[in-house]
């Protein structure tokens, strides 16, 4: 069972849906990273957490550190949003230098 | 200005060879890394190196070598090839503690 755990794997969805991609883990950390890729591009850093809530423009990112949980949002999708998502960890005990932990990522597709 | 930049974007070559990619950052961070982007999409940490000290994931063979000439340089060089080492390579970069996550555009590596 891998540390970071995400759901769903794919999403297909019409524009303008809410849509909601949720990553659980399993280790302790210092900050949880949600990252964007798209196809055959580079890797964006999307938002960084260590507890509650980021919002920028139509992203909201939150996180329950008790629950080990965090939930990333997309307002009014749009088929620019299109993209892997990939939750990823600092691992407490790295202090940060060890690295992120990953999840599988999340293929979302936005349809017009 | 880019601001973690790799070289080459591709590379095909034989197995057998030694070959190295290059990483640069001009953010002034102190902390680079070497990630690998399977064919399935995982990713997952090779090394992490600050100014202080080289972190290396176990699992990685001992024919990579990550090779840091100054704080804003961290290159890979790869001995004898295999075919299993095609994969995404990306070089990233961020400030203590996991902060700025800023990753370059990949490497990807088709070994023949």
């Known amino acids: 069972k891998n540390e970071v755990e995400q759901s769903p794997q794919n999403l297909t969805a019409q524009e303008g849906e809410f849509i909601t991609i949720n990553c659980s883990y399993s280790?302790?950390?210092?900050?949880l990273h949600w990252l964007q890729q798209h196809p055959g591009g580079g890797i964006v850093s999307l938002f960084m957490?260590?507890?509650g809530k980021k919002k920028h423009g139509r992203l909201i990112a939150t996180i329950n550190i008790q629950e080990k949980h965090s939930s990333l949002h997309i307002t009014a999708s749009h088929p620019r949003d299109s993209a892997v998502y990939i939750c990823a960890v600092n691992p407490v005990l790295g202090g940060g230098a060890d690295g992120l932990t990953f999840g599988k990522g999340t293929h979302l597709i936005i349809q017009p | 200005d880019t601001a973690v930049s790799q070289t080459p974007k591709y590379l095909v070559t034989q197995m057998g060879n030694d070959k190295s990619i290059k990483c640069e950052q001009n953010?002034?961070?102190?902390?680079m890394y070497w990630y690998k982007q399977d064919s399935k999409k995982f990713l997952k940490i090779m090394f992490s190196y600050n100014n202080k000290e080289l972190i290396i994931n176990e699992t990685v063979p001992n024919r990579f070598s990550p090779k840091s000439p100054d704080k804003a340089h961290l290159n890979l060089h790869i001995n004898s090839l295999e075919l299993g080492d095609s994969a995404v390579y990306f070089c990233?970069?961020?400030?203590?503690?996991?902060?700025?996550?800023?990753f370059g555009s990949g490497t990807r590596l088709t070994v023949v």
């Open positions: 990233a970069s961020s400030r203590s503690g996991g902060y700025g996550y800023t």
């Open positions: 280790v302790g950390i210092s900050a």
């Open positions: 957490l260590s507890s």
């Open positions: 953010l002034g961070h102190d902390t």
